[in-house]
T-cell receptor, first 113, second 115 residues
Framework: DGGITQSPKYLFRKEGQNVTLSCEQNLNHDAMYWYRQDPGQGLRLIYYSQIVNDFQKGDIAEGYSVSREKKESFPLTVTSAQKNPTAFYLC????????????FGDGTRLSIL | QQQVKQSPQSLIVQKGGISIINCAYENTAFDYFPWYQQFPGKGPALLIAIRPDVSEKKEGRFTISFNKSAKQFSLHIMDSQPGDSATYFCAASGRGGTSYGKLTFGQGTILTVHP
């Protein structure tokens, strides 16, 4: 089945630690996105990528980093600089860039130990 | 100007009733307006979307109404069912400027349909 796979489903971070969230898609989509979801705040865009080896900052990129070395993969690293990382992280992909439907994975819930 | 304001924050409806969720935007460059449905522990799933060249779009029990002059759009769920209980998000994106290709989401509405 085509879709987006996020792993792990739950992740715990210690103080001062970097953690990486995985996002893989087999939809052959060009565009990929990372969102952060907090209660009552909707989804906020962290980073996005229109094409392999290219990515742009979203609205809340501070404390996060990404890479896009392969079309199907768009991992997100939550660095120790992100002081409030506890949230539900969602990865999405879309066929193209201009107003195409975005398809979401089932998220990773990150918590602080 | 990038905001999309969604209301109400929560909504309780009886089975068989009509659920109505409203969104308003300021950015006139927005020209794509999707609605997403999210169940607990899952990612959002696209429900229905509209472009501003039409005032209404219907898919089954779900209808989007769009008012371009008022910069508002709404989701109507007819004959609401307990299985419709979820969080609903409106969103918008545009073809130009800083909104190009990027979805701006509303804050979400938690819908509860009582049997």
């Amino acid at each position: 089945d085509g879709g987006i796979t996020q792993s792990p489903k739950y992740l715990f971070r210690k103080e001062g630690q970097n953690v990486t969230l995985s996002c893989e898609q087999n939809l052959n989509h060009d565009a990929m996105y990372w969102y952060r979801q907090d209660p009552g705040q909707g989804l906020r865009l962290i980073y996005y990528s229109q094409i392999v080896n290219d990515f742009q900052k979203g609205d809340i990129a501070e404390g996060y980093s990404v890479s896009r070395e392969k079309k199907e993969s768009f991992p997100l690293t939550v660095t120790s600089a992100q002081k409030n990382p506890t949230a539900f992280y969602l990865c999405a992909s879309a066929q193209g860039w201009s107003n195409q439907p975005q398809h979401f994975g089932d998220g990773t819930r990150l918590s602080i130990l | 100007q990038q905001q999309v304001k969604q209301s109400p924050q929560s909504l309780i409806v009886q089975k068989g009733g009509i659920s109505i969720i409203n969104c308003a935007y300021e950015n006139t460059a927005f020209d794509y307006f999707p609605w997403y449905q999210q169940f607990p522990g899952k990612g959002p799933a696209l429900l229905i979307a509209i472009r501003p060249d039409v005032s209404e779009k219907k898919e089954g029990r779900f209808t989007i109404s769009f008012n371009k002059s008022a910069k508002q759009f709404s989701l109507h769920i007819m004959d609401s069912q307990p299985g419709d209980s979820a969080t609903y998000f409106c969103a918008a994106s545009g073809r130009g400027g800083t909104s190009y290709g990027k979805l701006t989401f509303g804050q979400g509405t938690i819908l509860t349909v009582h049997p």
